[in-house]
Every structure is written in C-alpha cells, then in structure tokens.
Nanobody, 116 residues
Framework: QVQLVESGGGLVQPGGSLRLSCATS????????MSWYRQAPGKERELVAT????????NYGDSLKGRFTISRDNAKNTVYLQMNSLEPEDTAVYYC?????????WGQGTQVTVSS
C-alpha cells in the first residue's frame, strides 16, 4: 500500500523558513521522481518542485526557484522541501506526490501559513 505522509508545516512569519518532509512507504522510492504541489484557498493545485529518482535533476514552479529547494534521501525514503524567504502568498496546503503507471499518489497535505 502506497503511503505518503507530509509533516513540517505550521505558522511562520514573512521572511521565515520551513522544511517540509514527506515520508513514503509501499513502493520502491528510489525508482521514482517525487514532486511537491500546493493549493491555496480558492485556487487550483500548482506544481512547486520535482526531483528525479536519483536527485540529479530538479525543476521548480515559476518564481519559486531560489527560495525553495527540493531534495531527497533515498536511504530514508523521504523527500524534503526547504522553503526560505516565505511570503504570505506561499500560504497553502502542501502535498507530496509521485506517479507510476497511470496513477498519481498523494499525501494528506500539510498546512503552511505565512502571516505576521
């Protein structure tokens, strides 16, 4: 059974940092690319970042590169999202995701709120 469990969200002031984690199980983690998405209230879910199976390639959503960094630890079956210089516009539920075959798998999400 594929499981993706996000953690690390919370309330942070503008300019602050958070590190999200996504612990996975039920599949061979090292074989698959992993992604982070986010969904703000009233908006569509958007891609934040993707990392290749061995971590050699990363891609970021528009305007996020430079503030956000995706990484993975294949020994721990975990993917991370380091978020720096957070802005109120980054407030959203953040989800990790993977895809194999024709199916996308999602975690339950973790809330990130950026507010003073």
């Amino acid at each position: 059974q594929v499981q993706l469990v996000e953690s690390g969200g919370g309330l942070v002031q503008p300019g602050g940092s958070l590190r999200l984690s996504c612990a996975t199980s039920g599949f061979t983690f090292s074989r698959y690319a992993m992604s982070w998405y986010r969904q703000a209230p009233g908006k569509e879910r958007e891609l934040v970042a993707t990392i290749s199976s061995v971590g050699g390639s990363t891609n970021y959503g528009d305007s996020l590169k430079g503030r956000f960094t995706i990484s993975r630890d294949n020994a721990k079956n975990t993917v991370y999202l380091q978020m720096n210089s957070l802005e109120p516009e980054d407030t959203a539920v953040y989800y990790c995701s993977t895809r194999f075959g024709i199916r996308n798998y999602w975690g339950q999400g973790t809330q990130v709120t950026v507010s003073s």
